[in-house]
């Protein structure tokens, strides 16, 4: 890799965003802070902002929008507020590649500026394609663009393509942790609280994703992401219950074989090969040890109990605006069980209600996908509010 890389981050105050930084931090000869955004975090924001130095920083919230401007003012950092800001300066002409990890929907518009405008991406935003996926990916290929997947399990299947890229693929297996509650039933769920449902056994994130990984949902998001970054039918994607986290995903191809990418549970290696690719960079993450794990262990998810990752596989198979009401529906019950409005098990239940009742459209288009997002929150809080 040759010259700075001069990265956007859409999200950085967000965990993913933190750990981007941490590898910016250690290769600053490699890469370079060009815009830094949150929606909220205005000091985390700064802070970030004086220690390196971007071209410009957004913060959505456009309250906080002087607190953040004269906090820069004399660095000659420019500041920017609002929604349309965010999606404006990912159009840049000196970003080189864009690493979102804005939460939810938020990264669609914003991810389809950036490709539209030929950049890079670094994609650690699955909402944006579950929602839209053949949108965007059909830009993608329209511009020329790369999108370098960032979650973990679509990194591992990527890696393990490195020289791979002209042998079809048969399936590919994602691995799961099944999180804080794998191994219970629906009568442990109904009394669960939020306090236990972000209690992750083994990844650090946000409280979104954790809930998502809790329900299996976040699973389901992946399972629909993949089909759009690799190309795959239903079919030919599996999930799998690794509870060690140290197996990332697998890819099996038409003889048989099987590749893996494994390592200790840490989003900055497939980040920092998201920034570096085709290139590997010597990092100091701490390394994975055989003796410490004796056995990898695999079970078969329970999609039953656990009824988010069944209903993600049906929204996939019907296609058109399906994965949007899913997603659209996932983050408002979330926001609720956040707000301990709702119970653990009640947000499937609200989920497959708005399936059914939001508006199925076929071949989308993008305004189709911004009003199916609208009406099925919509929706979704009129069942929630006839729970409460």
């Known amino acids: 890799m040759s010259g700075k890389k001069n990265v956007a981050i859409l999200g950085s105050t967000g965990s993913i ?48 929008y002087e607190k953040v401007r004269d906090s820069l003012l004399p660095l000659g950092i420019k500041v920017f507020a609002g929604e ?37 991406i670094a994609l650690a935003n699955k909402e944006t394609l579950v929602v839209a996926g053949e949108l965007v990916t059909k830009l993608a290929r329209e511009k020329g663009v790369n999108i370098y997947p960032v979650d973990s399990e ?59 990984s809790a329900s299996l949902m976040n699973k389901g998001l992946e399972v629909i992401e993949a089909k759009w970054l690799f190309g795959l039918s239903k079919d030919q994607i599996e999930v799998v219950v690794h509870p060690q986290s140290i197996i990332h995903s697998l890819i099996q191809f038409e003889d048989g074989s099987i590749k893996a990418q494994l390592g200790l ?56 605006n399906a994965p949007c009401i899913l997603n659209a529906a996932n983050e408002i019950v979330v926001a609720a069980f956040l707000r301990e409005e709702i119970g653990f098990l009640e947000m499937s239940d609200i989920i497959a209600e708005t399936l059914v009742k939001a508006d199925f459209v076929k071949k989308p288009t993008l305004e189709d996908y911004v009003n199916t997002d609208k009406m099925s929150r919509i929706i979704t809080e009129e069942f929630i509010k006839s729970k409460v």
């Open 265 to 320: 549970p840490d989003m900055r290696i497939p980040i920092q090969f998201a920034l570096s690719y085709p290139d590997r960079l010597k990092a100091d993450f701490p390394r994975f040890d055989f003796a410490k794990y004796p056995n990898l262990t695999f079970e078969q998810p329970d999609i039953q109990t656990f009824r988010n990752l069944g209903l993600a596989f049906e929204a996939l198979e019907r296609g058109g």
């Open 84 to 120: 349309k800001a965010l999606a404006d300066v990912v159009t840049m002409e000196s970003i080189d590649i864009v690493l979102t990890a804005l939460v939810g929907y938020s990264g669609l518009i914003p991810t389809m500026k950036a490709i539209e405008a030929g950049k890079a």
């Open 154 to 212: 679509h990194s591992a299947i990527f890696q393990c393509l490195v020289g791979e890229f002209h042998n079809p693929i048969e399936k590919i297996i994602l691995t799961a942790s099944g999180g804080p509650f794998r191994g219970k039933d629906r009568s442990y769920l109904e009394t669960v609280t939020k306090a236990q449902a972000l209690k992750h056994p083994n990844w650090d994130m946000g409280a979104k994703i954790t809930i998502d």
């Open 17 to 64: 965003g933190t750990q981007t930084l941490e590898v910016i931090r250690s290769h600053t000869e490699k890469f370079q802070v060009e815009v830094l955004t949150a929606q909220n975090n205005a000091d985390l924001l700064i802070n970030q902002a004086i220690e390196f130095q971007p071209n410009c920083v957004v913060i959505s919230n456009e309250a906080l």
